[in-house]
């Protein structure tokens, strides 16, 4: 009960954290020029004020047209009333729409002028109106954050069959998020976090939460199914399941670390986020999670659910045996047949194409189909390209005769649509030109625009002007900047991500060939899971299937983000085989024996921990953004791959083919903290280590006494 208090006053006292400190929220995590752009804007207060729009459209009715001017005064005065300034009236041309503009609108609650604008289309039928705000929630992630949690318990229950062993690693899992939640406020202040770093939180401690309990429910199940009495069982499944957590935390953890190579805030946020909630999840299960199982004893079966299947401990299971055995037997042939497989999956992803995505690629959603026919009806409504120019008093007079020239050329080169807007800053150091920029303000034609503007215009005009600094922003502009981080950034991750994941692998299992193959494991899943993007959401074949529009590309944030989720997540169940294969060859079972234990009895647990993922990331599959699409499509099926494909077929071929080699490590890293009188490469072949040397009437082989071979030196 101690361990049980101390974790409930842990989740309290983070919780009071987070009310005590407050939370700090990101503000703008643009990068490079367009980050100096907005930063100059922020500290002159200065820039182009945001803009309220509303949308009105007619089948039958003109602008000209009586009840339609009526209309558009309706609104006119509702819009004038609740945001201030001038209202200006821009007519489409098939005359049957026009779009209202407040330019510079002071703030005021969304919910306001929504209601306005439903009492405005209930009284009005033959005129629809439409209001433009970003800020209205995303109800497709709400929904696909409410559903995580019954998903979870829906698929541990079929795996257990009983409530109460179902419940267990829920309540870890959800404990350990209240928890990280509560960390994120005192972790906020050293990095900005982003509205999206509790979903990912969420998601990730989830993961790992329900990932690590199973870990240590399955293991005690298995220790007391064969007739270890309760305490020793938990402590057999400490030392054993205990230790294998923290190693595949701190492997998760690692691969997290790897999105602060970036240097941006928003993947800064995420990094801390993610660390703090698999720290939590690690603390719970070799902490309470152990006491939670002594207090229930033999209750944890208690709620048994007739007619469900659940997972076979041990032995139980005889489909992995087969399938194990199947590899085993022509483990040449299964390794290249499945590598084939991953590898002709990953191809496609040496055409991935990233950006931001588009108004167009975002028009499932209500907001971003109106945005989408906005931009398309009006060019001059664009999202603009804003140009922040500061300097002394005499050097912005000097400047302005050039702000001109940069005008005319934009028209002229048809990169951007009149009119175009200054704002000066009080002190006049400081200002700002908007020019809405030609196609949708952030699809391609728009990014070729902004390259056209930094590179072609503004060197021979405000460039020549001395004492100027120019700085180029706006959504297409951090679009551009934020791609160009991305792409700059992903190789020196990966390189972090797989070197910390070597060294923690080579220090766990006392071998460097282990830890390259799991490398290797791991970038094939992760290519595989990336060539599928590529071929659903840059193809146009399966837009249908799943209900979206693609552009052709996938969003400039989602390999990285991807990449440290997937790796990490991979290395958790590759670490979990991996110890029970280990404690197999420790124990002095062959190399084929051992495979076949170690993935025989970690399949049922690796594969409902999958499934967890599966379900809970088919979920943000099936939103209407586009983010949270590609992202839920790319955490499923790469997860249903690795545990399925590379788990069982790939991982027992190739470990099978390397033979004793699998543990080989150099006599100069000898030093390494290991087991003592486990040699890394035994020096004989595993033929002569036959299983039925080691009695097996129901006892553990680790109960037997310990004595080492003078001719191999294996400790037995």
Known sequence: MFAITVWIAFVLLSVGLSIATGSRQLQDGSVGQSARGDAQMQAHMVGPGQAA??????????????????????????????????????????????????????????????????????????ISAAFDDDNIPNNDLQRAEKLSVPVTLLVLLMAFGALVAALVPVLLAVTAVVAAFGLLGP??????LSPSVKTVVLLIGMAVGVDYALFYVIRSREERNRGLPAQEALERTARTSGRTVVIAGSTVAAAMAGQFAIGSDVFNGIASGTIAVIACAVAGSVTVLPALLRLLGRGMDAGVIPFLPHLAAGDGSRFWPKLVGVVLRRPVLWLFASAA????????????????????????????????????????????????????????????????????????????????????SADG???????????????????????????????????????????????????????????????????????????????????????????ALNLLSV?????????????????????????????????????????????????????????????????????????????????SAALVMFGVFSLFGTASALDLKQAGVGLAVAVLLDATLVRAVLLPAAMKVLGRWNWYLPSWLDWLPGRPGTPALPARPDSEYPTSEFPTSGYPISEYPLSEDKQSGITV
Not at 89 to 118: F, N
Not at 504 to 509: G, Y
Not at 539 to 550: E, I, K, N, P, T
Request: proline share 6%; with cysteine; charged share 15%.
């Open 53 to 126: 729009q509303v949308y009105l459209h007619s089948a039958s009715l003109r602008v000209t047209d009586g009840a339609f001017k009526a209309a558009i005064a309706e609104v006119s005065t509702v819009l004038h009333t609740s945001f201030g300034g001038p209202v200006s009236v821009r007519t489409a041309a098939d005359r049957h729409t026009a779009l209202l503009v407040v330019p510079e609108a002071r703030m005021v609650s969304p919910q306001v002028i929504a209601s306005e604008v439903a009492g405005f289309n209930a009284d009005h039928q033959r």
């Open 187 to 192: 972790i906020s202040h050293l990095f900005p």
């Open 341 to 424: 497989v991953l590898i002709g999956l990953a191809l496609p992803a040496a055409g991935m194409h990233l950006a931001l995505p588009s108004s167009t690629a975002l028009a499932q959603a209500p907001q971003s189909r109106l945005q989408a026919r906005i931009d398309a009806q009006f060019p001059s409504a664009s999202s603009p390209a804003v140009v922040v120019v500061t300097g002394s008093r005499q050097r912005l007079a000097a400047a302005r005769p050039e702000i001109g020239r940069l005008e005319s050329l934009a028209a002229a080169r048809g990169i951007a649509h009149p009119p175009f807007t200054t704002n000066e």
């Open 429 to 519: 150091t400081a200002l700002t030109l908007a020019l809405p920029l030609t196609g949708l303000g952030d699809n391609q034609a728009s990014r070729r625009a902004i390259a056209v503007l930094r590179d072609d215009l503004i060197p021979p005009t405000l460039g020549h002007v001395p004492g100027v600094r120019v700085a180029v922003t706006g959504d297409a502009a951090r679009d551009v900047d934020f791609t160009a981080q991305m792409r700059r950034g992903l190789p020196l991750v990966i390189g972090i991500v797989l070197l910390l994941a070597f060294c923690l692998l080579l220090v766990t299992f006392r071998s460097v060939v282990v830890p390259v193959t799991a490398i």
């Open 527 to 607: 290519g595989a899971s990336f060539g599928v993007l590529v071929l659903v959401f840059q193809q146009h074949w399966a837009q249908g299937l799943l209900g979206f529009q693609s552009d052709g590309s996938i969003i400039a944030w989602l390999p990285v983000f991807l990449f440290v989720v997937l790796f990490g997540l991979s290395m958790d169940y590759h670490v979990f085989i991996l110890s029970r294969v280990r404690e197999g060859i420790d124990h002095g079972l062959s190399n084929d024996e051992a495979l076949r234990s170690g993935i025989t009895k970690t399949a049922g647990v690796v594969t």
